[in-house]
Structures are given as structure tokens and as C-alpha cells.
Nanobody, 123 residues
Framework: QVQLVESGGGLVQPGGSLRLSCAASGIFNIYSMGWFRQAPGNEREFVAASSRSGGSTLYADSVKGRFTILRDNAKNTVYLQMNRLKPEDTAVYYC?????????????????WGQGTQVTVSS
């Protein structure tokens, strides 16, 4: 079992950057990790995912080229570096862990979730 705690959210102007962190307790490197987001009135949507080693990553088309998922297994932490932020990136961002070897875009494949951190992109 693993517990996840996100941090790093906040208010940023369009075009700005934020780095989200997700700190995990327990054994970390047996889990593939994902970032998801949910805006009011919308379903939770996939943002990015990383394999156990970090050697394989996957991104939603909407964030490709702007966001980067990185993990540091020595620190039990996964990051989401978000650059060139847009108002439509505004949402609560969640990190999640899955025991599956293959990274997935489906929320139902993830077993553990953090509490979320708010990201607001506005001028």
C-alpha cells in the first residue's frame, strides 16, 4: 500500500510555469505513476504517466510538449513540470499509483490516489 500527498499547486498567469510534487510513503518503485486532473463539471482526465523506472512516459495530447513527468525513486517522489500554462489547464490535479507494469490513461487502473492540489491559470 502507498499513500500519496500532492503539493505545488497555486495561481499562475497564462504562459507561466508550476511544478507539482507527489510524495509517496511505502514502497514506491513497484508502482507506475500517473497525473490526472478534474475541472468543475468535468470528468477526471488523464494528463501524464510514468513507468516504474521512469523510462517510459505517456502524455495527453493537450499537454504534450508543455508538461513533463519525472520521478525520483530515491526520494519516493513524482513531479509534474508544467510550462506554458493555459487557462484551460485550470483544475484539481491528482497523482495516482498503479501496480500495473504498463502505464495507463484510465483512472480505473489506478489503485491509490492523492487528495489533489488546485491549479488555477488566470490573469
Amino acid at each position: 500500500q502507498v499513500q500519496l500527498v500532492e503539493s505545488g499547486g497555486g495561481l499562475v498567469q497564462p504562459g507561466g510555469s508550476l511544478r507539482l510534487s507527489c510524495a509517496a510513503s511505502g514502497i514506491f518503485n513497484i508502482y507506475s505513476m500517473g497525473w490526472f486532473r478534474q475541472a468543475p463539471g468535468n470528468e477526471r482526465e488523464f494528463v501524464a504517466a510514468s513507468s516504474r523506472s521512469g523510462g517510459s512516459t505517456l502524455y495527453a495530447d493537450s499537454v504534450k510538449g508543455r508538461f513533463t513527468i519525472l520521478r525520483d525513486n530515491a526520494k519516493n517522489t513524482v513531479y509534474l513540470q508544467m510550462n506554458r500554462l493555459k487557462p484551460e489547464d485550470t483544475a484539481v490535479y491528482y497523482c495516482a499509483a498503479t501496480g500495473a507494469v504498463v502505464v495507463s490513461i484510465r483512472p480505473s487502473r489506478y489503485d491509490y490516489w492523492g487528495q489533489g492540489t488546485q491549479v488555477t491559470v488566470s490573469s
